[in-house]
């Protein structure tokens, strides 16, 4: 892995791809084994004297605790953790119940009377329609909470998506080697290398007739080459570890070998990236929508085509930026703090 | 009535050797550097229900040796000659999946750290029946009450709800007890423990020896021993070899070597053991490290850690020679032991 800033004459996409790939590397790095405690001198130790059958008898230690226990252990008291669960689990129980929360029918057009496109295109708040309604007389409160519930299905599925393809990839590179691993890994890093909103509005752009799907797949293809690294890199970390020789000096199949023994055991920083990956999806759907690329069907509410379509009314309605807004970076935010405290709590460069 | 897994096979001592290496030589070649002899030229038998010890210092290649038997070494980066002949059959020339066939089948082998030999998101029973599911071809449900059988046999107390912990519940004694039943779970012919005590507590470490010593007795199993503790090697083994810079130095039946250590080198060792019946006498370490050591090629590697070097030791490579039941490889034998 290269520093970024030795050569000052590098493009500003392949620094950018560097640093990327660096910070996929380290969290990689999480999964690999602790290492093995350091030799004894020659000659230390033991008694040198006829050991005993008997003394093959009970056995009083300590048992140690797992890494998702220790982890777990620190992360209970850890704030940043706890508020970014909190603003994840209340988003997610509002995405699931948005249709029974929701004051009102986000589709309907209550305050239509009330829209006059020259002197106020935009109703205010009254009783019923706390955050008033929208250009089209919709109540915008209602709109806000079912919107939440498209950017958690996009979000989920385009890094499930991400993942899925990432995993693919990765465990190819990762077990067999060879030709194969450079050329999946070549084109991983040349995906790298640009920026993910580039490559996702790119990818969203090629799409014919913008849809719900198109959005998905854009931003999936955007995460599969960080998941495809990350991967790999726990494989490479798993395929040199202890547990993986004992089971191979046992005779263990090799496709039991990566699927039983190594890929479970990489999946601790998969987590964690899922966690990240979520909160940019969020916000590339977010970004996607808000210039025509996602769902055409203006109706559904969704944060980024409602942020896109307050633009015409900004000036004197800034409301209706913000509250979309907010909604996304507080989100973003919620699943970006559990994150990054997960990575902490399972990094073994700060663990204990 | 213990278990089906350690069918009695103890009076299966004999003379035609079970193991048989025969000039090992394991070269690494990292690029741009010079070819890098880890074991050089090292030959031995183990017969039979025999326990065999590999001692030397970190560095000298025991776990080179250990994993070249196994056929473990990386594909890439290393060159290997010689033979390893395992009941006539030449385990080096056999393709990976004919030797995979053999792995914890005929050989098995316990590894040094019993917590990171086991499979941290595996319950342990799984990880026994999973060996017993691969070469004795048995499903998982029938397997279990044999693991729990195995467990047992290795003094795990409670084995029926132990088999459900994962290795993280188990303390480190108990760990390097589920290997050693996850290894012998097949009643495989020779059973090679690298180190298998190193990274435990002191009282433990008597008790995994202990248990050791009572399995390869019971069954039959012929044993390699690899340690850096001629403590381990003192209560084990029936044969030693002590291993410097890659060659073989010394061997010998266990009394005889440590009773008259020929080797300086054997003889430093033993000065370095604290002993119980000799308070107050000072231990006398070897000194430098493996640093120091010369190449093979025109000379003793040890002679200059050698308490007691010649001329020749520096000129030329002194060879193994073998008298009775003892070989020797040096220039100026120690006459007068410690
Ligand atoms: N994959 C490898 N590539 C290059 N050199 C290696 C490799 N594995 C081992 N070596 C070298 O071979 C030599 C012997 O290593 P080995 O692991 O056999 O030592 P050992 O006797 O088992 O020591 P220890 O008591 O520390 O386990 C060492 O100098 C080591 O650096
Ligand atoms: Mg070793």
Not at chain 1, 149 to 174: D, S
Not at chain 2, 95 to 118: C, E, H, N, T, W
Request: aromatic residues 4%.
């Amino acid at each position: 892995m290269s520093n970024s800033d030795e050569n000052p004459k590098k493009s500003l996409f392949s620094r950018y791809g560097d640093r990327r790939k660096a910070r996929i590397d380290e969290l990689a790095a999480m999964s690999a084994p602790r290492t093995a405690p350091a030799p004894v001198p020659v000659g230390a130790g033991g008694p040198a004297e006829d050991l005993t059958v008997h003394e093959s008898g009970t056995i009083e230690e300590k048992p140690g605790v797992s890494l998702w226990q220790s982890a777990w252990h620190r992360l209970r008291r850890n704030p940043v953790f706890l508020l970014g669960l909190t603003i994840t689990v209340v988003f997610i129980l509002v995405a699931i119940f948005a249709p029974w929360i929701a004051p009102k029918d986000p589709l309907q057009g209550y305050l239509i009377d009330k829209v006059r496109p020259q002197s106020n295109p935009i109703p205010g708040p009254e009783p019923g329609f706390p955050l008033g309604a929208d250009h089209l007389g919709r109540d915008l409160m209602s709109r806000l909470i079912a919107g939440s519930r498209q950017t958690l299905i996009v979000g989920v599925l385009a890094t499930l998506g991400g993942f899925a393809g990432g995993l693919l990839l990765g465990t190819l590179a990762g077990a067999f080697g060879g030709w194969v691993d450079s050329l999946v890994m070549r084109a991983v890093d040349v995906m790298l290398s640009i920026p993910s909103l580039v490559l996702a509005l790119s990818i969203g752009a090629l799409a014919a007739r913008p849809s719900q799907w198109t959005l998905i797949i854009a931003i999936a293809v955007v995460q599969v080459p960080i998941f495809a690294r990350l991967l790999r890199g726990s494989m490479l970390a798993q395929r040199s570890s202890d547990h993986v020789l004992a089971a191979q000096a046992l005779g263990i199949r090799r496709s039991a070998i990566v699927t039983r023994h190594m890929l479970p055991n990489a999946m601790g920083p998969v987590i964690v990236q899922a966690t990240l990956a979520l909160a940019v999806s969020i916000i590339d759907a977010a970004s996607l929508s808000f210039i025509g690329l996602g769902n055409p069907d203006q109706r559904i509410p969704e944060w980024g085509a409602m942020l896109g379509q307050s633009q015409r009314f900004i000036y004197d309605n800034p409301h209706l930026a913000y509250y979309p807004a907010i909604c996304i970076i507080i989100v973003a935010l919620g699943f970006t703090l559990m994150g990054e405290s997960l990575r902490e709590a399972l990094d073994p460069k700060t663990r204990r | 009535m213990t278990t089906t897994a350690y069918a009695a096979r103890a009076d299966t001592r004999s003379d035609a050797p079970l193991l048989s290496v025969r000039d090992l030589q394991v070269t690494f070649q990292r690029r741009g550097e010079e070819p890098f002899h880890a074991v050089d030229g090292v030959s031995f038998d183990v017969r039979p229900g025999q326990t065999v010890g590999l001692v030397g210092e970190s560095g000298c290649g025991k776990s080179v040796t250990s994993l070249a038997i196994m056929g473990l070494l990386p594909r890439r980066g290393n060159r290997i000659s010689g033979t390893v002949d395992f009941d006539g059959t030449d385990l080096l020339s056999l393709s990976d999946g004919q030797m995979r066939d053999r792995r914890g089948k005929d050989i098995a082998m316990v590894f040094q750290d019993p917590l990171s030999s086991l499979n941290p998101v595996v319950p342990v029973g799984i990880q026994v029946t999973e060996v017993l599911e691969r070469h004795r071809g048995m499903n998982r449900k029938a397997a279990m009450p044999m693991a729990a059988d195995l467990l047992k046999r290795v003094g795990i107390p409670d084995p029926d709800r132990r088999i459900k912990d994962y290795p993280h519940q188990m303390s480190g004694g108990m760990r390097q007890r589920a290997l050693i039943a996850i290894a012998l779970a097949c009643a495989p012919r020779l059973l090679i423990a690298d180190e298998p005590t190193t990274a435990l507590d002191v009282t433990i470490q008597a008790q995994i020896l202990a248990l050791l010593k009572e399995l390869v007795e019971d069954t039959g199993t012929a044993l390699i021993m690899i340690t850096h503790d001629l403590g381990v090697v003192a209560g084990l083994c029936d044969e030693v070899n002590v291993l410097y810079g890659g060659k073989i130095v010394e061997r010998g039946p266990r009394h005889p070597i440590f009773r008259t250590p020929r080797h300086p080198y054997t003889n430093g060792l033993l000065g370095s053991i604290p002993r119980l019946d000799a308070a107050g006498e000072r231990l006398t370490p070897i000194p430098g490290s493996v640093a120091d050591n010369l190449p093979w090629d025109h000379a003793c590697a040890f002679a200059p850690r050698c308490s007691q070097p010649i001329a020749v030791c520096t000129q030329t490579t002194p060879e193994l020679e073998t008298t009775g039941d003892r070989a020797l490889r040096c220039h100026n034998p120690v006459e007068d032991p410690r």
